[in-house]
T-cell receptor, first 114, second 122 residues
C-alpha cells in the first residue's frame, strides 16, 4: 500500500532564511508522481511543485525546489528566502501514474518569524 | 484564476437537513473528480471518486447513502450530505485533473482543487 510520511508537525523559520520540509513515501510502483501543496488558513489547496518518478532532475518552481532522492524514497520541499506569507500548512502527496488516487501526508505547519 | 470552482464556500445548516456542494471544472472537462474531507488540523482524506455518467467509487468506511455524489456532466460534480448531523461538520474539498489532451495551459499531472466548503451542522 502507498504511504506518505511527514514527521514534522510544525516548523519555525526566520524570515529570509531557507527551510526544508521532510517527506518520505512508500510505494511498490515504479511510476508515480510526487506533489507538494500549500494550504493557508483560508483552506484552499495551492499546488506548489511536481516531481515525476522518472524525472532525472529535481523539480524547481521559483523559490520552491524538491529534493528528490529516489533510493531513499524521500521528496523534501525546500523553500528559499522564506516570506511571512509562506506561513501555512504544507502537504506532501503522491499518486501512482496508472491510478487516479492521490494520497496525502499528515502535513507540516510552517511558521515564518519576522 | 481558479481552475476548479466550488460552491458554497461556507454553509450552516440545521441537523437533519441536506446540503448540496457543487464542484465545477472551469477550463477543462473532467471525467473524474475527487471529494475529500478534512477535519481541523488533519490531512485530507479521500471520500470518493466521482465518475461522469456512472456511479461514484467510495472509499472504505464512507457511507454511500449519506454522501450522495452525482457527476451529471463533464464539468460538474455534486456532493450532497443527506440528513446532516453535527458530526458531519467538516471541510469538504473537491479536485479534478485535466485530461491528457485539451487545454495546454493546464498540466495533466496536477490535481487542481476547489476552494473548499466549510460545513457547520447545528
Amino acid at each position: 500500500a502507498q504511504k506518505i510520511t511527514q514527521t514534522q508537525p510544525g516548523m519555525f523559520v526566520q524570515e529570509k532564511e531557507a527551510v526544508t520540509l521532510d517527506c518520505t513515501y512508500d510505494t511498490s510502483d515504479q511510476s508515480y508522481g510526487l506533489f507538494w501543496y500549500k494550504q493557508p488558513s483560508s483552506g484552499e489547496m495551492i499546488f506548489l511543485i511536481y516531481q515525476g518518478s522518472y524525472d532525472e532532475q529535481n523539480a524547481t518552481e521559483g523559490r520552491y525546489s524538491l529534493n528528490f532522492q529516489k533510493a531513499r524514497k524521500s521528496a523534501n520541499l525546500v523553500i528559499s528566502a522564506s516570506q511571512l506569507g509562506d506561513s501555512a500548512m504544507y502537504f506532501c502527496a503522491m499518486r501512482d501514474t496508472g491510478g487516479f488516487k492521490t494520497i496525502f501526508g499528515a502535513g507540516t505547519r510552517l511558521f515564518v518569524k519576522a | 484564476g481558479a481552475v476548479v470552482s466550488q460552491h458554497p464556500s461556507w454553509v450552516i445548516c440545521k441537523s437533519g437537513t441536506s446540503v448540496k456542494i457543487e464542484c465545477r471544472s472551469l477550463d477543462f472537462q473532467a471525467t473524474t473528480m475527487f471529494w475529500y474531507r478534512q477535519f481541523p488540523k488533519q490531512s485530507l482524506m479521500l471520500m470518493a471518486t466521482s465518475n461522469e455518467g456512472s456511479k461514484a467509487t467510495y472509499e472504505q468506511g464512507v457511507e454511500k447513502d449519506k454522501f450522495l455524489i452525482n457527476h451529471a456532466s463533464l464539468t460538474l460534480s455534486t456532493l450532497t450530505v443527506t440528513s446532516a448531523h453535527p458530526e458531519d461538520s467538516s471541510f469538504y474539498i473537491c479536485s479534478a485533473r485535466p485530461p491528457r489532451t485539451g487545454n495546454p495551459r493546464l498540466s495533466k499531472n496536477i490535481q487542481y482543487f476547489g476552494a473548499g466548503t466549510r460545513l457547520s451542522v447545528l
